[in-house]
């Protein structure tokens, strides 16, 4: 029988983190249109694996253990894929967890959210690839005068090389060739594109 994996085991290795998409069905080969406006032949489709509570527990320990004595207060990320691992990772840090949205274009603050001057706050995210939403994230963060003490991902697609200026942790690391559209080898070879993620074309 599988044993069970528990959130409050010892931090998994990537591979075992892996594992967990592969499982959830959360690795998708096909034509895809990203959100940074990329094409690619994978997609991490978060949200699989997310609708599985144990699982979601899982990957928000492993993000919390990087920043457990990082003195966090809030746990951020933007709708709609961070907004899940937020909640996630506030839970495994007993911290709140607060989301942005786009709003006329804008990364904003709604529903009555707001930071506090000085706030130690770490930022999440599903998957990167360009880590343009956790930029305007921490715009948003930084806006309020907060602090952003560090960045949190599930999957970075860029194979580590991303830079936001404050140490960042992901789970797993993944090289995806994205491509621009002009130059997508899979638009030349005609075959329809589809944009899994939650935001529309």
Avoid: W
């Avoid at 990537?14 to 094409?39: C, E, I, V, W």
């Avoid at 707001?114 to 963060?141: K, M, N, Q, Y």
């Amino acid at each position: 029988m599988e044993k069970q994996m528990n959130a409050k085991e010892t931090r998994l290795t990537p591979d075992q983190y892996l594992d967990l998409f592969r499982k959830s069905n959360a690795l998708l080969d096909g034509h895809f249109m990203l959100t940074s406006g990329k094409h690619s032949a994978q997609y991490m489709q978060c949200a699989q694996v997310l609708q599985y509570p144990d699982r979601a527990a899982i990957l928000a320990e492993g993000l919390a253990a990087s920043f457990r004595d990082q003195g966090i207060q809030t746990v951020i990320g933007p709708a709609m894929g961070g907004i899940l691992v937020a909640h996630e990772v506030g839970k495994a840090l007993g911290v709140r967890a607060l989301f942005t949205e786009r709003e006329n274009g804008i990364m904003r603050l709604r529903r009555g959210f707001t930071l506090t001057p000085g706030e130690r706050v770490l930022v999440v995210e599903d998957v990167i690839t360009t880590g343009g939403s956790v930029r305007e994230v921490l715009a948003v963060v930084q806006e309020f005068e907060a602090n952003p003490v560090g960045v949190g991902i599930l999957v970075d697609r860029t194979g580590g090389n991303v830079d936001f200026g404050i140490p960042m942790a992901a789970l797993i690391q993944l090289h995806i060739q994205a491509y621009e559209a002009l130059e997508c080898p899979l638009c030349a070879q005609g075959i329809p594109a589809i944009k899994p993620g939650s935001r529309k074309v």
